[in-house]
């Protein structure tokens, strides 16, 4: 009787301990590596709360913004072990991976505007894509808005002829590179995390991107001209470990879409908002010189960049660049 009483408290004692495991809460470790004041950084923060509003707290998203966990070299492959569960990378990130179609998105000035940006990314092209990382143990949610890159280095930058010779930072990208080399000048593939030293101590000569990344990173105090090219485009895929994510109870699942679905929507909203603040921002710095250019300075940058296109069409595909043509209108004729 001892052994049975025994035994019967054990058990509840075991019954106790599982229920009190299965209340834990699901951990998703986010990570990313910009600042949390940018639109990936407030885009995410905004998912972690909504995550745990519509899974009433059965799922606690942990948000390491800053490259504070990983780099954005090392974060791809720590997603695909398993030491993440979501990631918000650049779309450049994924040509280096092996899905080159995605570099779709580098090529210069193949959007015009928002509007002809989300015919892509919140259509059936932009699904078609999210796909091709499957078989690499990723499952893509959702596209997150940046915003349009720009030019900075400390000459002017009024020409194409202007960037000649200059040393610039892109991320790693064979499109961004074949750009840079359009402009006669010289792509210097870096991590995000070293570009403000990079700049300060002149291993770099000038750098592009969202005017919001240019400002929260304090680019714009070690770079005396920036010139409102509005060239390429900078967008996030919201990416998971395939397996932990195809692992999650079905109901959670559905609430994590969502939350998703909800942040996007956010995230989309706020970027050109944050931008348009960032640009505020570096005009009363006083530090940094800022020059729109005249639309015949546009059109010569255009010129400039435009046959990328073409060359890119061997690595990237040229179905998945006329896709992209005919979901926005663009003729590349015309320039």
């Known amino acids: 009787m001892k052994f049975t009483k025994k035994l019967a408290v054990g058990l509840a004692a075991c019954a106790f301990s599982f229920a009190a495991f299965a209340q834990q809460p699901i951990v998703i470790k986010f990570s990313h590596v910009v600042a949390q004041d940018t ?129 610039l930072r892109i991320q790693s990208s064979k499109v961004l590179e074949e750009q840079i080399r359009a402009l006669g000048a010289l792509p210097q593939v870096m991590a ?29 105090e070690v770079q005396k001209h920036l010139t409102i090219t509005e060239h390429g485009y900078l967008g996030y895929a919201v990416i998971v470990n395939k397996k932990f994510w195809d692992g999650l109870p079905a109901d959670i699942r559905k609430q994590l879409d969502d939350a998703m679905e909800q942040s996007t929507r956010y995230a989309n909203q706020i970027a050109k908002q944050e931008n348009d603040n960032a640009l505020e921002g570096v005009k009363k710095s006083g530090k940094t010189a800022v020059h729109v250019p005249s639309k015949d300075e546009r059109a010569a940058f255009k010129k400039a960049l435009v046959p990328v296109h073409q060359k890119m069409e061997s690595r990237i595909g040229k179905e998945t660049i006329q896709s992209v043509y005919k979901a926005t209108g663009f003729d590349p004729s015309k320039m």
């Open 39 to 167: 639109p990936k950084g407030k885009a995410a923060a905004f998912f972690a709360q909504k995550a745990d509003e519509l899974t009433k707290g059965k799922v606690k998203v942990e948000v390491y913004a800053n490259s504070t966990l990983y780099k954005d070299k090392e974060e791809m492959e720590a997603l695909q072990l398993g030491a993440v569960q979501m990631l918000a990378p650049s779309l450049a990130k994924f040509g280096p991976l092996g899905v080159k179609e995605f570099e779709v998105f580098d090529l210069p000035y193949i959007f015009d505007s928002s509007d002809h940006l989300h015919k892509v990314t919140a259509g059936d092209v932009g699904k078609s894509l999210l796909s091709k990382l499957e078989p690499k143990g990723i499952r893509g949610l959702a596209y997150w808005d940046n915003g349009f890159k720009s030019f900075s280095a400390n000459t002017p930058i009024k020409t194409p002829a202007d960037l000649k010779g200059k040393k």
């Open 192 to 220: 995000f995390s070293e570009v403000y030293q990079a700049l300060q101590t002149g291993v770099v000569d000038g750098t592009e991107n969202p005017i919001s990344n240019l400002y929260t990173q304090k680019m714009h």
